[in-house]
């Protein structure tokens, strides 16, 4: 297995340890280490560099980061990288997959979905807070996803996809396909202050969803992690990512047809968002909370929705309608919040 063999560029001398498949994140492969029967533990990746190129430049980011919470006196854990015998934090096998072992936080857990409207506004509050310590100096970031938050590209990716795309799966996706197709004109004010530049450009975290946060036994956060999207753009993504993630009351590839917005969870997590940012937040960001719920919830049902019909080359599946699956949860989930919006 091309993971034992990554470890030993780690420990030359290890023997007895145990890899275990950790199934997290849609992106990269992940398992948990277990050294001398789990007296130590690890975290080892593939990259998935088919989307992180550059694989070098996402951990170079993420020392970077840490290096900025430290000096600032950020006090929540932090995930380490570690350098492999050679020095280097990237260790290539010898069919060129990208690897890298990670720290792992002791006594932790994370959710996939959140019920608690205490835990919520507290997982808030915590991203709220890394936000003001990762905006408080410049920060120098490699540029690794070019294009991530350009709205307009991902209309024209599902576009592309609906003249191109597979036709069975094209036509098993027509009702989500007709549902964004209405609500079309929900990304030109977005798109139209991205081309302005009317949004304040702050550091965001890019990827705020449920499971990159990590909880001790009292449901209380003490780390926040998966550090690969850190980049510039705008914090009105992040709280539509959270909302997008939070509200949910079904995990996100569950597409029963029921209302699965939960609209107390979302009034927690305004709550704890704004905890560390309501005097930061300029007046373009506090007015435009509830619309950019709408849209990053609208621009992952596209992604979703544009990777099925393409045959699911970006997002890892676990079956064939995955995909859709995941755009249907997503089509519901902005129902119930536009519905509760309207009251
Ligand atoms: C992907 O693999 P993961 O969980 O880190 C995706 C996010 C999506 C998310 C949906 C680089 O994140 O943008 O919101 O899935 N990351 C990338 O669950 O595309
Ligand atoms: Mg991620």
């Not at 936080?105 to 709220?128: G, R």
């Not at 992690?225 to 995990?251: A, H």
């Amino acid at each position: 297995m091309e993971a034992s063999i990554i470890l030993k560029k780690y420990f030359p001398n290890i023997s007895d340890f145990k890899i275990i498949p950790i199934e997290n994140g849609l992106i990269n492969t992940t398992f948990l280490v277990e050294e001398n029967s789990g007296q130590k533990k690890y975290i080892l990746q593939k990259i998935n560099t088919s989307i992180f190129k550059n694989p070098k430049a996402i951990v170079e980011n993420h020392c970077t980061i840490n290096n900025l919470l430290q000096q600032n006196g950020y006090t929540k854990q932090r995930v380490e990288i570690y350098n492999n015998s050679y020095g280097e934090l990237i260790t290539l096998s010898e069919t060129g997959n990208a690897w890298r072992l990670m720290s792992f936080i002791e006594n932790s857990t994370t959710l996939l979905k959140v019920s608690d409207t205490k835990t919520v506004e507290k997982i808030a509050a915590a991203f709220s807070e890394f936000y003001k310590f990762i905006n408080q100096n410049p920060l120098p970031l490699q540029e690794v996803l070019p294009n991530f938050l350009d709205f307009d590209l991902r209309m024209k990716d599902f576009f592309w996809a609906l003249e191109h795309g597979n036709p069975s799966f094209i036509a098993k996706a027509q009702p989500a396909i007709e549902f964004i197709k209405t609500q079309i004109n929900l990304p030109n004010q977005w798109i139209d202050w991205q081309k302005k530049l009317s949004l304040p450009n702050r550091i965001i975290h890019a990827d705020p969803k449920i499971s990159n946060i990590l909880l001790d036994k009292h449901e209380n956060p003490i780390c926040i992690i998966d550090l690969d999207t850190v980049m510039n753009g705008t914090l009105l993504y992040d709280f539509g990512d959270m909302v997008r993630s939070y509200t949910n009351k079904l995990e996100e590839d569950n597409p029963k047809n029921i209302d699965n917005f939960d609209s107390e969870i979302f009034l927690a997590l305004k709550h704890g968002f704004l905890q560390h940012l309501e005097n930061v937040l300029e007046k373009i960001e506090l007015d435009n909370m509830d619309y950019a719920a709408q849209i990053v919830i609208y621009i992952q049902a596209v992604r979703f929705l544009t990777d099925y019909l393409n045959g699911s080359v970006y997002y890892t599946i676990q079956r064939e309608n995955h995909n859709l699956e995941r755009a249907i949860n997503q089509i519901n989930l902005l129902k119930g919040l536009q519905q509760f919006l309207q009251k």
